[in-house]
């Protein structure tokens, strides 16, 4: 079974420039994720889309973060303008479903350095 | 508000000798807790889950964890380590009162002496 798959791995970015970054999750899975992991710090949820609705954007910055999930299968989510504190490894996760008992599966991870 | 402290950011064992990685949590309510480990380069990967079945959890890799509520913990542990277990370790909370998103800890790397 194919896993969560990301584009770019890496990324280097000047502020106030604009990024995106991409995840196709597994197939079949309603549930899609985006984190944000920081150095030294756990992730944090950013957004969750079920299908192509949102479920929780509360922590997702809304003035210079936007994320989408078209046809509700991959999902794009864009920095725009950067901010040197945005630098970070962005992680996308699926799920069958939003119930916390099933098991998200994570990708690799987009690394973004803003310099 | 759900949240969970690592009690350790840096646990180092030699290889062959148990491994304690502890975790506390705090939930309103009966939450799920989940060890998730993530190795260099690589995606977090769950370890184990405890959903309110039995208390003692057995995960991949021999990894397990107990889920003791008068302690508020879930502590994870490992007979004896391998140098394949060098690794980030999140423990991770959900609840309903925290929507059942999931909140992680801080990281505990673990590094094995050969």
């Known amino acids: 079974e194919a896993g969560v798959a990301q584009s770019p791995r890496y990324k280097i970015i000047e502020k106030r420039q604009s990024v995106a970054f991409w995840c196709n999750p597994i197939?079949?899975?309603?549930?899609l994720y985006w984190y944000q992991q920081i150095l030294g710090q756990g992730p944090k949820l950013l957004i969750q889309f079920q299908n192509n609705g949102v479920v929780d954007d509360s922590q997702l910055p809304k003035d210079r973060f936007s994320a989408e999930r078209l046809k509700g299968v991959d999902s794009t989510l864009k920095i725009q303008p950067a901010k040197l504190e945005d630098s970070a490894v962005y992680l996308c996760?699926?799920?069958?479903?939003?119930?916390?008992?099933?098991?998200?599966?994570f990708g690799p991870g987009t690394r973004l350095l803003v310099l | 508000a759900q949240s969970v402290t690592q009690l350790d950011s840096h646990v180092s064992v030699s290889e062959g000798t148990p491994v304690l990685l502890r975790c506390n949590y705090s939930s309103s309510y009966s939450p799920s807790l989940f060890w998730y480990v993530q190795h260099p380069n690589k995606g977090l990967q769950l370890l184990l889950k405890y959903t309110s079945a039995a208390t003692l959890v057995k995960g991949i890799n021999g990894f397990e964890a107990e889920f003791k509520k008068s302690e508020t913990s879930f502590h994870l542990t490992k007979p004896s380590a391998h140098m394949s277990d060098a690794a980030e370790y999140f423990c991770?909370?959900?609840?309903?009162?925290?929507?059942?998103?999931?909140?992680f800890g801080t990281g505990t790397r673990l590094t094995i002496i050969p």
């Open positions: 991770v909370v959900s609840d309903p009162s925290g929507n059942e998103k999931l909140t």
């Open positions: 996760a699926s799920s069958l479903g939003a119930s916390p008992k099933e098991t998200q599966y």
């Open positions: 197939s079949g899975h309603a549930t």
